[in-house]
């Protein structure tokens, strides 16, 4: 099995891979902010209070507070996960798939049968030739 990039960059001291990894992470949070506001308005016609879910880990620590900053620059205000569930949006969702992954947006585009758009950038293949 393969570890992950940052891993397999801090263990190489590759810093250049390490500033590649932080700038695809960044662009991939950027994209994800107004594609999740443009899923909720596809779907329920208005933005909602959007839950971050984050993986702890030793790169994502170290991200954080750049994603705070992120947050902060795009106008975004943080609340509580029960503030974001107070949503009328969560209420729905009995119905979604058991068997698929992939964000509440995305499920509930799909329940609803609304084409999901394809992600701005592919990053798969460029992070797994990070710092090998």
Request: glycine content about 6%.
């Amino acid at each position: 099995m393969d570890i992950e990039p940052y891993a397999r960059c801090v263990a190489k001291n590759d810093q250049e891979g390490i500033e590649k990894l932080k700038q695809l992470y960044l662009s991939a949070a950027a994209d994800s902010l107004p594609q999740g506001q443009r899923f909720a308005q596809s779907i329920y016609g208005r933005d909602v209070k959007h839950v971050m879910l984050l993986h702890i880990g030793a790169f994502q620590t170290v991200m954080l507070p750049r994603l705070l900053d992120l947050l902060q620059q795009k106008g975004f205000r943080l609340v509580s996960l029960s503030g974001a569930e107070s949503d009328p949006a969560y209420v729905t969702g009995a119905d979604l798939p058991s068997d698929w992954g992939g964000t509440f947006l995305q499920q509930m585009l799909r329940v609803k049968h609304i084409p999901l758009e394809k992600d701005a950038a592919d990053r798969t293949q460029e992070l797994n030739e990070l710092c090998h």
